[in-house]
């Protein structure tokens, strides 16, 4: 009878894990959603570069006011010197930071 028990226990354990799994995987979905709208195609024409990774073609893109390149076959992204940190002191900076930038950039 106790061995039912820790059965029964360990069962509810998993389905209660496997519940927080599947709200954390909605959520990551739902940020990557709100990311890539975020990303705004420009539609400027330029000499056409190549993938480094595949013979596609880049297209430019912006994020978060920072141009970036993204292979239109592959889909990856490539980022020129300095764009990465860019992106993440942007993001990190939180929403009094961006509040001061716009003050700052007004004047």
Known sequence: MENEKDRFGET???????K?????A?????LLEK???QLCKVDKVEAATRCP??????ERYTFQGIALDRCHECGGI???NGELEGIVRKISR??????????TAQT
């Open 12 to 18: 509810m354990r998993l389905v209660e894990r496997a």
């Open 20 to 24: 927080e799994d599947i709200y954390f």
């Open 26 to 30: 909605e959520r990551d979905r739902e």
């Open 35 to 37: 990311l890539r709208g």
């Open 53 to 58: 990774k595949c013979p596609g073609k880049l």
């Open 78 to 80: 490539w980022l020129d």
């Open 94 to 103: 939180g929403p009094l930071g961006a509040w001061r930038d716009t003050l």
